[in-house]
């Protein structure tokens, strides 16, 4: 082999025997199909649509791909039949599936030896061989791509011509008329496109094809003895079925899949579980440091729980990356022991924060990978727990597992086949019973029955909540506190609640010292102490402030010393240290709130500022005198309790907290459904206001048809007055026209003239246009007009 160098360096070869080594990545064929419908996907191509199909040319099985994107150049063909050549960027939000520039050639050589990809853009149309069989046929030592391009403006390549010989010396096609039928197909589906042949496709030992054309004619099977009888009721549908795999491939599909001839109706996922709940996963290797706010946000993934409404022996994680799937049905946690727990539950979670592998069908073994899957089962266990705490709650006499129940999706959503949005439908319509074409007119809901209105927006990010662990509450407060101190009373004067809050433990205080609040943090967290002796008359002297003033008031009251560190709750120093600070600083905030209430009490009730703080004075020797509950209860305990009534009231806090969001969210939804009902009442308000002038419109109309009715009567008679006079004098002319009446022909003539006279200008009032000075009364003229409108009057 002749080496090739630059400036003297030999440059790499890549050797034929490569394709196959590099398809070998696909253990499984339905991946190397998703890499087909990956490229499609990706927002270089935007393809609508996608077409798989199983045909015979030849004698031969191939399988062909075709969608309607944007084409490929010759430069981007070559490319794309080249190795680890990938400029694929995010656009309009879409984020491109491939990364690494090979999942083609992987895929087109893992389901065959050869493979023809004819394109066409709106300036050409190329074509590109990439095959083992002619490597191998030429004995070649390096990857050859023949590739032709034919240009619109019928300026083409004169270097095509030994790349068209190889194509019709070496491939299925061996003329320019076959090359030029398959990319006339393109045409059928779209001015641009591609389409995809695969020949020589891999076969098992008994020399069938890996794939089963036959069993449906709507469907590819995967050609496995495992994959039959028994054995597929405990295998996902989407282990043996592309129809059914392509179902799930994307977490929300963009792209319409039809699989040999028929549409696949693809779903989404995540909404069509039962007893659908959100949960949220905080990696701590996604911490993110805000320097212009100088906190730390951790970023949320989003977990979808629910349960199979098809199979519950199908269950597990589903875990997509970039909108892809990457692994179906991970068991996770105690899905993996033999307790039975989790059944039917599914998991959906897109994981952009971990790399697939090569094939797309893994993640790679790292650490950050560990953690979610240990973090996965920890999820999956709580809501399998609150699931089970329900239905015993709701229903204590039911013996049925929940996983036995019938069930069906919480919600209902369909993909218009038109603009290829996703609408959902109203409860209670079942998807299975709806046509094979649907678009969004068919929608029963009016505000989404258009292909031009945006799709409904699904939970954002920002709205969205983690369901509420009831029964990890409930057995919290189930455990039995028998160490803790007796509770204050529930109702306690003010001043005293504010002289209880206003204590505080530091590590620097001496065994009795006076602790006197402050509004800032020590560097150890902790309110700084200083031995201050301050008397009444320091409470005396804040009365020569005005009146109508808030007050600050610093208060010093005796406490025990300090308790040693290491027999608080068991954690460290630090984490400690910050999380009394933490309730410190809410106590110290309460403390404010009540001095201002008080404050206000005082100037409402007009009273003396000095006698409100003689009443303190003897508030705080009154709770002197009963400081030795405390000392008691920290001699029998030494305050290894008040780490649990911190984590109670941190508990009872983060409720409060989460019922404030509810509430928020409640009023929200509340505030959001007075708008809409605001907005039906003007447009009811505009229709009746129409509906009245449609009403009055019509009284006008009924009013001028009374009067049209009464002048047709009128006329009805003239008319009928006409026909008597019209009838006598037919029969005076018939009697004119007798041998007996020659004498009165010349009167009687006259006599009709007159009348067709008369009778013309009657008919001025019906035939406006009618010029009687242009009219032979001696004809019957003005007769056949009489009986024509007479006619019109019947």
């Keep these: 082999m002749a080496s090739r160098t630059h400036r003297g360096i030999p440059l790499s070869a890549l050797n034929p025997k490569f394709l196959h080594t590099n398809s070998t990545s696909h253990t499984w064929p339905f991946s190397a199909i998703a890499e087909l419908l990956d490229n499609a996907y990706d927002p270089d191509v935007r393809a609508k649509k996608f077409w798989i199909d199983w045909t015979c040319i030849k004698g031969l099985d191939c399988l062909s791909f075709m969608d309607n994107g944007a084409g490929m150049t010759r430069g981007k063909m070559h490319k794309m039949l080249s190795f680890g050549f990938s400029d694929k960027k995010a656009t309009k939000g879409h984020v491109p599936v491939g990364v690494y520039g090979n999942g083609f050639k992987s895929g087109s050589m893992r389901l065959g030896k050869d493979a023809m990809v004819f394109t066409k853009t709106k300036d050409s149309m190329t074509v590109g061989f990439l095959s083992q069989s002619y490597l191998e046929a030429i004995r070649a030592q390096q990857v050859l791509v023949p590739i032709i391009t034919f240009m619109r403006d019928g300026q083409n390549f004169a270097e095509d011509a030994a790349s068209l010989q190889a194509i019709l010396k070496h491939s299925i096609f061996n003329t320019e008329i076959e090359l030029f039928s398959e990319l006339r197909a393109i045409s059928v589906v779209g001015a ?30 995967a050609n496995h003895s495992d994959c039959s009888g028994e054995s597929q009721s405990m295998t996902p549908e989407s282990g043996y079925s592309l129809r059914a795999y392509c179902k799930i491939l994307y977490l929300k599909p963009r792209m319409q ?3 040999r001839g028929q549409k696949v109706k693809t779903e989404l996922i995540s909404k069509s579980l039962a007893h659908i709940a959100i949960d949220n996963y905080r990696p701590t290797f996604l911490q993110s440091v805000d320097v212009a706010q100088a906190n730390i946000q951790s970023k949320r993934v989003w977990i979808t729980f629910g349960f199979n409404t098809k199979n519950k022996e199908h269950y597990g994680i589903m875990m997509y ?23 039917g539950v599914i998991g959906v979670i897109e994981c952009n924060f971990l790399q697939p592998t090569h094939n797309k069908q893994d993640f790679d073994n790292t650490d950050k990978y560990r953690k979610t899957i240990h973090n996965l089962g920890v999820k999956l266990e709580e809501y399998w727990n609150e699931i089970r705490y329900k239905r015993k709650k709701e229903d204590p006499q039911c013996t049925m597992p929940i996983e036995d129940i019938l069930k069906f999706p919480d919600q209902s959503w369909v993909q218009c086949d038109r603009c290829l949005k996703w609408r959902r439908l109203p409860d209670g319509i079942d998807c299975n019973i709806l046509p094979e074409m649907w678009f969004c007119s068919m929608n029963p809901d009016p505000q989404f029955r258009s292909c031009h209105v945006e799709e409904e927006p699904e939970d954002q990010e920002e709205e969205q909540h983690s369901y509420p662990k009831t029964y990890k509450q409930e057995r919290k407060s189930s455990k039995p506190n028998q160490e803790c101190p007796p509770k204050a009373p529930a109702q306690k004067p003010l001043y005293q609640s504010l002289l209880l809050d206003s204590i505080t433990w530091s590590p620097l205080a001496s065994p009795v010292t006076r602790v006197t609040r402050s509004r800032a943090f020590s560097s150890t967290g902790f309110y700084p102490v200083t031995d201050v002796g301050t008397s009444s008359a320091d409470f005396s002297a804040l009365s020569s402030q005005q009146p109508r003033v ?11 010393g300090p308790v040693p560190l290491d027999v608080l709750h068991p954690m460290t120093k630090e984490r400690k240290v910050e999380k009394n600070a933490r309730a ?58 008040w780490g649990e009534l911190e984590e109670e009231r941190q508990q009872q806090q983060d409720e409060l907290v989460h019922l404030m969001h509810t509430a928020a969210q409640e009023r929200d939804a509340c505030r959001e459904e007075l708008q809409w009902q605001q907005q039906e009442m003007q447009k009811l308000k ?27 009567d ?14 006598n004098m037919r029969q005076r002319e018939n009697k004119r026209r007798s041998p007996y009446s020659a004498l009165c022909a010349e009167e009687d003539r006259g006599t009709l003239w007159t009348l067709r006279h008369r009778i013309g200008r009657l008919l001025v009032s019906f035939v406006p246009a009618l010029d009687l000075n242009q009219v032979d009364y001696n004809s019957s003229v003005i007769d056949e007009m009489l009986a024509q409108v007479l006619q019109e009057l019947s």
């Design 584 to 641: 410190m600083n809410e106590k110290e905030e309460e403390a404010v709130e009540d001095m201002v209430i008080l404050d206000n009490a005082v100037q409402a009730n007009q009273q003396d500022p000095d006698d409100w703080l003689c009443g303190m004075e003897e508030a705080e020797s009154k709770w002197k005198a009963s400081r030795s509950f405390w000392e008691c209860g920290e001699q029998q305990q030494p305050l290894g309790n």
């Design 192 to 221: 641009t496109g591609t389409r995809i042949i695969i020949w020589n496709l891999r076969k098992t030992t008994n020399g069938e094809t890996e794939f089963d054309f036959s069993a449906d004619r709507y469907d590819i099977r």
């Design 714 to 727: 009128g006329l009805s008679a003239q008319c009928k007055q006409l026909k008597e006079e019209l009838k």
């Design 321 to 343: 990356h970039k909108n892809r799937l990457i692994k179906a049905y991970e068991r996770v946690g105690c899905q993996r022991k033999a307790e039975k727990k989790g059944v």
């Design 257 to 259: 899949i039809i699989l």
């Design 686 to 712: 505009q229709q009746s206001a129409a509906l009245e002038a449609f009403r009055e419109e019509c009284n006008h109309l009924q009013t001028k048809l009374a009067g049209v009715e009464e002048e047709r």
């Design 550 to 560: 808030k007050r600050k008031f610093s208060m010093a009251v005796e406490v025990p």
